[in-house]
């Protein structure tokens, strides 16, 4: 019985004011549509027995129109191809408020699709196969519940378990996000082994055992995650096989942080020149300046260290100056403001607000501001 296993889709998640010319749709948003399409791609031809998707769909909990209707295009295909689906919902995907619905109801109406949402444990039955799955919750103690509640029977052949959350064993596997939940061992906790374990949450691929594997993400979110791969598993139960399949996606690179005690403004142009090359293009990149000196600070010129790097596809400046008399200025991402007002936007949840309107506002007004 074969299995595809992937999570952390983040639909719908856009940054940087970069357009893409032909549908006019930001192209960060457009990458994440396009690993989306090639895991829908990889989905109906390899034709799975089951493909189980381990959270965050979506990368809020009020999804856009345009990450709906892709989203439901893609599970159209697979419901279409009689290849059962099943979902859970993930913390970026979990509403605050029950009372508000989810967007979960709307999708388990497609016929092979199998959604877990509510804060509690499901179980379906695919085949061979129980799955068993628990969601997101938005209490630990709806999330104990949910563990305690998983039942496993003797006579079924194979059993998948399905979660979203930080592994909390030897190691713990966290995002850092305040709403995260850690995730104990449930095999321990039962005394119960599970032919496979799928995890999502973790936007890095780790195999934690052999059987129990964080996919990680379809593309970066941030720069934390320069440096991981994007893809998603290929399981065979019967054969006890766990295949990580790499998808292309649009490269994160952080560049060595660059220390300018002693560097002229001059000086520190000519070391980026060194650190700038073909290799970085259309990619994301990082760079941090360390200890530069107060003076050396105001004579940078950032168009030039931008014109240095004109050929990635988003230049992130971190400036570190150093330290006077036991002070220093903090760490910050030097960025324009239209971009530094996307980000904001994007970490705030509004309940009767769109937020696609307000955004365009927005960033109409800075550009009217900036060009006057």
């Avoid at 719908?12 to 791609?41: H, L």
């Avoid at 695919?126 to 628990?134: E, M, P």
Wanted: aromatic share 10%.
């Amino acid at each position: 019985m074969k299995i595809i296993h992937f999570s952390d889709t983040h639909l719908g998640f856009s940054e940087y004011t970069r357009i893409d010319p032909e549908t006019a749709i930001n192209q960060r948003e457009k990458d994440f549509y396009n690993a989306w399409q090639t895991i829908i791609t990889a989905i109906l031809e390899t034709a799975p027995a089951l493909v189980v998707h381990a959270g965050d769909l979506f990368h809020t909990t009020r999804p856009t129109n345009r990450a709906l209707a892709i989203a439901l295009e893609g599970i159209q295909k697979i419901s279409n191809a009689g290849i059962p689906f099943v979902l859970i919902s993930g913390n970026h995907s979990t509403p605050k408020i029950k009372a508000t619905g989810s967007i979960f109801e709307a999708i388990s109406l497609f016929p092979n699709v199998f959604a877990a949402y509510g804060s509690r444990y499901e179980k379906f039955h695919i085949g061979d196969c129980d799955v068993h799955c628990v969601p997101h919750c938005s209490l630990s103690e709806e999330l104990e519940q949910a563990f305690d509640a998983i039942e496993i029977d003797p006579d079924v052949k194979y059993n998948v378990l399905v979660s979203h959350g930080s592994w909390a064993g030897a190691r713990t596997y966290s995002m850092g996000e305040f709403n995260e939940q850690l995730i104990p061992n449930p095999e321990a906790k039962l005394g119960k082994v599970f032919n496979y374990i799928a995890l999502g949450h973790y936007h890095k691929h780790i195999h934690i055992d052999d059987h129990i594997v964080y996919s990680g993400s379809i593309e970066r979110t941030s720069f934390n995650e320069a440096g991981y791969s994007s893809g998603y598993m290929l399981v065979d139960l019967a054969a006890s096989t766990h295949d990580y399949i790499p998808i292309a996606s649009r490269n994160m690179i952080k560049l060595p942080t660059l220390d300018c005690d002693s560097l002229s403004a001059f000086e520190i142009y000519r070391e980026l020149e060194k650190l700038s090359g073909p290799e970085l293009e259309q990619s994301l990149v990082s760079l941090e300046l360390n200890n530069i000196q107060h003076d050396t600070l105001i004579a940078l010129d950032w168009q030039k260290i931008d014109s240095i790097f004109q050929q990635v596809f988003h230049l992130e400046k971190i400036i570190r100056q150093k330290v006077q008399d036991g002070n220093q200025l903090m760490g910050a991402s030097m960025d324009a403001l239209p971009i530094e007002f996307e980000r904001y936007l994007e970490r705030q949840e509004f309940s009767n607000l769109d937020k696609a309107r307000l955004k365009g506002l927005g960033l109409a007004y800075l550009s009217n501001a900036i060009d006057e």
